[in-house]
């Protein structure tokens, strides 16, 4: 069974910084394209940033050097560190894998992506 668990949201000032988690299980992290989105309050869900299973990794112009995706293959993790947040940034954020290895874009399209987790808050205040 796939499982996605974000943690690591919270409540944070404009400047400061967070690192989200994705725990997963029933399949290796490494093997298949991952992603992060967020939904902003009264928006839709959009892409935040992709790496793929070749470690290819691509951004969201809103996000390019401030955030970083990664993952841990040996603790199956996907991380994704935002630095110098913005109230913009505020949003529920979500962890999606793919069925397969390659991302196809830079910046992850909600429907190619078929597992999802539940979500995390950030709430970035001015």
């Known amino acids: 069974q796939v499982q996605l668990v974000e943690s690591g949201g919270g409540s944070v000032q404009a400047g400061g910084s967070l690192r989200l988690s994705c725990a997963l299980s029933?399949?290796?992290?490494?093997?298949?394209?991952m992603a992060w989105f967020r939904q902003p309050p009264g928006k839709e869900r959009e892409g935040v940033a992709s790496?793929?299973?070749?470690?290819?990794?691509g951004y969201a112009d809103s996000v390019k050097g401030r955030f970083t995706i990664s993952r841990d293959n040996a603790k199956n993790i996907l991380y994704l560190q935002m630095n110098s947040l913005a109230p913009e940034d505020t949003a529920m954020y979500y962890c999606?894998?793919?069925?397969?290895?390659?991302?196809?874009?830079?910046?992850?399209?909600?429907?190619?992506?078929?597992?999802w987790g539940q979500g995390t808050q950030v709430t970035v205040s001015s």
């Open positions: 790496i793929s299973s070749s470690g290819s990794i």
């Open positions: 999606a894998r793919r069925s397969v290895g390659v991302c196809m874009a830079d910046v992850p399209a909600r429907s190619l992506y078929n597992y």
């Open positions: 029933g399949y290796i992290v490494r093997n298949y394209c």
